[in-house]
């Protein structure tokens, strides 16, 4: 299969509490975090959107908004508008403040999507839902949770096919981890920028 086949999707629609700023516009390595990211994913797909009900203040950057089908639902609802969007069978979600994605990782999972409706890294138990492969298929199952108000993301995943994909799989790609890490908190964001500055 190949990896030009598959959508991408950018969540750019969180309420940054704990950071108390938008996530998306914090600077990482000299320019936005949302910059960095699209700068990752655009040699993977010719289907990249911007999932955000905020359009106006990513309409500069040129790619194509798509505002949430069920809005105030948090990130399950924004993977689903992704899934509906999305051109091809399959769509990576991504978030929009996650600066070390790995292209030859996002390859991998690509590479395993054939009779999977979900393929997720699973790090310490953990599964990274907003660096996963989503399918068609999981349409339907969540739209029945967003309408019934179960926001958990894992929560539908015992009604598709879900390949996990575990951490020696991905150590093969990325050794550190780094792919997964994401900005939250100032912390978060402090430790971001001196491991950009180490690049």
């Known amino acids: 299969m190949d990896v030009e086949k598959l959508s991408v999707a950018i969540l750019a629609g969180g309420q940054s509490r704990r950071m108390g700023q ?35 203040q990513y309409r500069h950057l040129g790619h194509p908004m798509v505002g949430d089908v069920y809005p105030g639902k948090g990130s399950l609802g924004g993977i689903y508008t992704a899934i509906h969007a999305a ?49 068609r298929n999981c349409l339907g199952p969540i739209r029945r949770r967003l ?15 879900v390949r996990y994909v575990e951490r020696d799989e991905v150590a093969r790609f990325d050794p550190t981890f780094r792919s997964f890490l994401n900005m939250n908190t100032p912390a978060d964001w402090e430790r971001v920028q001196q491991l950009a500055a180490e690049e």
């Open 22 to 56: 938008d996530k998306a516009w914090l600077p990482v390595g000299g320019r936005p975090v949302i910059e960095r990211v699209l700068e990752g994913v655009l040699p993977l797909s010719d289907d990249v959107t911007l999932i955000t009900n905020t359009p106006d």
């Open 87 to 135: 051109r091809y069978s399959h769509c990576l979600v991504v978030a929009c403040d996650m600066p070390f994605l790995n292209a030859d990782l996002v390859r991998y999972l690509a590479s395993l999507r054939s009779g999977f409706d979900v393929v997720i890294p699973r790090i310490q138990d953990f599964p990274e839902t907003l660096h996963a492969i989503y399918g």
């Open 147 to 161: 309408l019934a108000d179960q926001l958990k993301i894992i929560g539908f995943f015992d009604d598709v096919q």
